[in-house]
């Protein structure tokens, strides 16, 4: 009987895991099909006749590079600031002591209760005061900064014993070398998983982006992947459109790869009771 539950446990999960990939799998699978074979051999699992004529098509009809260029700088540099700067405050809010700390801190989870689309005008009109509409700069700046980055961090700070840093301070460390020697890189796995999120987060972004972004050089790939849909008159491109999509997926899938053992550790972690 419990040799039973297990199987089915496991055949649960599979089906489940099955549904979840589908539709990534028929995703790709479609991508390298042309036009016509989309709908009449859409229920295929694996198509015959494969081509890479969209994806040339794509990188012919627009600056699809440019697009996806911009999204990596922005997703790679709001992904370190976002991990550093939340690192740092929730350090200092789970072991240094200073005045209002708390009240402080209640504030950032009070940030973290408003829907991110209260902020767009108030930030816009910050980011056109300070002239860095359709610059890098108005991209990035507002995603450095979170309420959920630095509740993790300090969450796990606090969990992390006090005897390593006061062997540290023994040993001559200050205050700068414990928390970039000794925290730091034992918080790796809640590093890895604010990292990823923050990343997903980032390269998905497009109303932020369409909204401080008016050149085409400077629109990431949401955006200028929307504008080359809108820009269709009687005909739905889908193959190019599949084959976008593909592309745009592919820096989020190897992002969580790259990091899915310290965030499946850091799940553990938070799992255990002592």
Same mark, same amino acid.
């Given at each position: 009987?419990?040799?039973?539950?297990?199987?089915?446990?496991? %055949?649960? %999960?599979?089906?489940?895991?099955?549904?979840?990939?589908?539709?990534?799998?028929?995703? /790709?699978?479609?991508?390298?099909?042309?036009?016509?074979?989309?709908?009449?051999?859409?229920?295929?699992?694996?198509?015959?006749?494969?081509?890479?004529?969209?994806?040339?098509?794509?990188?012919?009809?627009?600056? %699809?590079?440019?697009?996806?260029?911009?999204?990596?700088?922005?997703?790679?540099?709001?992904?370190?600031?976002?991990?550093?700067?939340?690192?740092?405050?929730?350090?200092?809010?789970? #072991?240094?002591?200073?005045? /209002? #700390?708390?009240? /402080?801190?209640? @504030?950032?989870?009070?940030?973290?209760?408003?829907?991110?689309?209260?902020? @767009?005008?108030?930030?816009?009109?910050?980011?056109?005061?300070?002239?860095?509409?359709?610059? &890098?700069?108005?991209?990035?700046?507002?995603?450095?900064?979170?309420?959920?980055?630095?509740? %993790?961090?300090?969450? &796990?700070?606090?969990?992390?014993?006090?005897?390593?840093?006061?062997?540290?301070?023994?040993?001559?460390?200050? /205050?700068?070398?414990?928390?970039?020697?000794?925290?730091?890189?034992?918080?790796?796995?809640?590093?890895?998983?604010?990292?990823?999120?923050?990343?997903?987060?980032?390269?998905?972004?497009?109303?932020?982006?369409?909204?401080?972004?008016?050149?085409?050089?400077? #629109?990431?790939?949401?955006?200028?992947?929307? @504008?080359?849909?809108?820009?269709?008159?009687? @005909?739905?491109?889908?193959?190019?459109?599949?084959?976008?999509?593909?592309?745009?997926?592919?820096?989020?899938?190897?992002?969580?790869?790259?990091?899915?053992?310290?965030?499946?550790?850091?799940?553990?972690?938070?799992?255990?009771?002592?």
């Amino acid at each position: 009987m419990k040799r039973f539950r297990v199987a089915l446990g496991y %055949l649960t %999960l599979i089906l489940i895991a099955i549904s979840m990939l589908y539709p990534f799998f028929a995703m /790709l699978n479609l991508s390298f099909a042309d036009d016509n074979a989309i709908f009449t051999e859409a229920g295929k699992l694996i198509h015959t006749n494969l081509t890479l004529q969209n994806y040339k098509n794509v990188f012919v009809e627009l600056p %699809l590079s440019r697009y996806f260029l911009n999204s990596l700088i922005v997703a790679v540099i709001s992904t370190i600031g976002q991990v550093l700067f939340a690192a740092m405050a929730g350090y200092a809010f789970a #072991r240094l002591k200073f005045p /209002l #700390r708390n009240g /402080l801190f209640l @504030i950032i989870l009070i940030t973290m209760l408003i829907p991110p689309q209260v902020n @767009i005008i108030p930030l816009f009109f910050l980011m056109r005061e300070m002239h860095l509409i359709d610059t &890098y700069q108005a991209l990035i700046l507002p995603s450095l900064f979170g309420g959920l980055g630095v509740f %993790l961090m300090r969450q &796990y700070f606090l969990g992390l014993p006090r005897d390593l840093e006061e062997s540290a301070k023994i040993d001559g460390c200050n /205050l700068f070398s414990t928390f970039f020697k000794i925290a730091l890189p034992l918080a790796l796995p809640t590093v890895a998983t604010l990292a990823i999120f923050t990343f997903v987060t980032t390269w998905n972004s497009f109303m932020w982006p369409l909204i401080v972004t008016n050149s085409e050089g400077m #629109r990431t790939l949401p955006v200028g992947l929307a @504008i080359y849909k809108g820009s269709f008159r009687e @005909i739905t491109l889908w193959g190019e459109l599949l084959a976008c999509s593909v592309i745009c997926t592919i820096p989020v899938i190897g992002v969580f790869l790259l990091g899915k053992k310290y965030f499946i550790s850091d799940i553990l972690q938070g799992g255990v009771k002592e």
